[in-house]
């Protein structure tokens, strides 16, 4: 027996190869599908099955592809109904790969067709559970984001998890392992621990969903509290894993097509092309192309680009470092941004060494940032919500960039703006969007808020204003 869990920390997701007397299942698998068949070829081996424990909105599958390219048989639960070829599970149905059993546990909360599913080896014993989005480590799946398509509300979905919970996953065995599809960074759950798998002992005692003592209403209270709403490109993400998407291969093809400086120019004042920098913040900070978006390949790229770029099959040029551009556009397919129109062949030098027009982001150490006088200076806090509550510095304002483009018109124009997040990668979006949209003045604190020592204290309570 072999399980393998396959993390991606971009997109904080876990997929999962098993294997059996040269069979193997695949749960969860991110859109790429090279992964999954290098590991069956390496061991001589065949998938024979694709679960999938619910519609993902937070990537796109990559189901379809592997099914056509190994000819395993894909496998929802109950209430799926895809509009490809696959086998709808009923609950308690099992499944063979090799000498193990995975069963079907159909555990609606999340999505109406979410199930978990058991491993028993050979002897029949409970080993693990695969829980996709019902139990996180930590957490639970948020309930709000099957609303429409279910025509059911939160309050109505979270009592169903409950009931989910206790029926079908809080009667499993201490030492069953719990396998879950994502964990922290995530946006499907709110308190998701940076642990990736642990046991359903463990989670009885220290999750805050599975206490003992929880009634169902003091659940659904707890569970539908606070949730932000989520992320722009969820929507289209269920969709495309719903009824299918282009060949992985073909998008890759498309995307990676390297263009000369005249057909980039082009290209780039056409109003309805995006032309997205995915460099270091510090080389973005030191000279870009007017104009860009900068969401760094080094931060959790894919679920800011679903945030932050319009959906809507909306066409983008690249800007990387070199070496960088099948990374890029292969992690744009992850959250289905399919629609690369290529690069920019030599990178930002090509542009340099043409002469043309460069913009730059000013940055502060932290040094001159606790010499200002913050009467002069309008220092905006880019980080969520619930990082501004937790600690944040008296002068800050809090606009998230998880809401820029719904809040942009409360940033003033016409005074100095001072953007921090925790470590610089955020800000440096931030600025990148409000330059974009004629912000001139934009600074960025250097090493963000954990840059500070602890003993800072500002000499002033100015709040800036929120228009000028």
């Not at 001589?44 to 099955?49: D, T």
């Not at 308190?191 to 659904?220: C, H, P, W």
């Amino acid at each position: 027996m072999n399980i393998e869990q396959i993390y991606t920390k971009c997109l904080a997701q876990g997929a999962y190869y098993i294997e059996s007397k040269g069979e193997v299942a695949i749960i969860d698998p991110l859109r790429e599908t090279a992964p999954y068949i290098e590991r069956m070829q390496s061991h001589g081996s065949e998938i024979k099955y694709i679960f999938e424990t619910h519609f993902h909105a937070d990537f796109v599958s990559g189901h379809v592809d592997l099914a056509n390219k190994t000819g395993a048989t894909i496998v929802f639960g109950p209430n799926a109904a895809p509009s490809f070829p696959h086998h709808s599970a009923h609950d308690q149905e099992e499944f063979r790969i090799g000498e193990l059993t995975l069963t079907v546990l159909h555990t609606p909360g999340h999505t109406m067709e979410s199930s978990c599913f058991l491993l028993r080896n050979a002897e029949g014993k409970d080993v693990a559970v695969f829980t996709g989005d019902t139990l996180f480590i930590g957490d639970v799946g948020r309930p709000d984001l099957a609303q429409k398509s279910a025509d059911i509300t939160q309050e109505e979905l979270a009592g169903l998890l409950f009931d989910s919970l206790r029926s079908k996953l809080m009667v499993l065995d201490d030492d069953v392992i719990v396998y879950p599809a994502h964990g922290a960074g995530s946006a499907c759950g709110k308190n998701m621990s940076n642990e990736t798998f642990s046991t359903i002992g463990v989670q009885k005692t220290s999750n805050y969903a599975l206490r003992a003592d929880m009634r169902k209403a003091d659940f659904i209270a707890e569970l539908t509290n606070g949730l932000l709403p989520p992320p722009q490109y969820f929507g289209m993400n269920v969709q495309m894993n719903k009824t299918g998407y282009a060949s992985i291969d073909e998008v890759l093809n498309r995307g990676l097509k390297s263009l000369e400086l005249a057909v980039f120019t082009d290209l780039l004042s056409n109003q309805d092309v995006i032309l997205l920098d995915t460099r270091s913040a510090d080389q973005f900070a030191a000279g870009f192309i007017p104009g860009s978006i900068f969401i760094g390949l080094e931060g959790q790229f894919a679920p800011w680009v679903g945030a932050l770029i319009p959906t809507d099959d909306q066409k983008l040029i690249l800007l990387t470092e070199s070496g960088k551009e099948r990374e890029t556009v292969q992690r744009l397919a992850r959250v289905g941004y399919d629609h690369v129109l290529g690069y920019l062949e030599g990178g930002f030098d090509t542009w340099v060494a043409a002469s043309n027009d460069i913009d730059t982001v000013g940055r502060i150490e932290v040094e001159d940032f606790m010499n200002l006088n913050f009467e002069q200076e309008c220092v905006v806090d880019v980080r969520k919500p619930g990082e501004y509550e937790s600690s944040h510095l008296t002068v800050a304002r809090s606009l998230p960039l998880d809401f820029i483009k719904e809040n942009i018109q409360d940033y003033p124009k016409n005074t100095p703006l001072l953007l921090h997040c925790a470590g610089g990668y955020r800000s440096m979006i931030a600025a990148s969007i409000l330059k974009r949209n004629g912000f001139n003045v934009v600074d960025d604190l250097i090493g963000g808020y954990r840059g500070l020592p602890g003993s800072f204290e500002l000499r002033t309570d100015f709040v800036c204003p929120s228009k000028l």
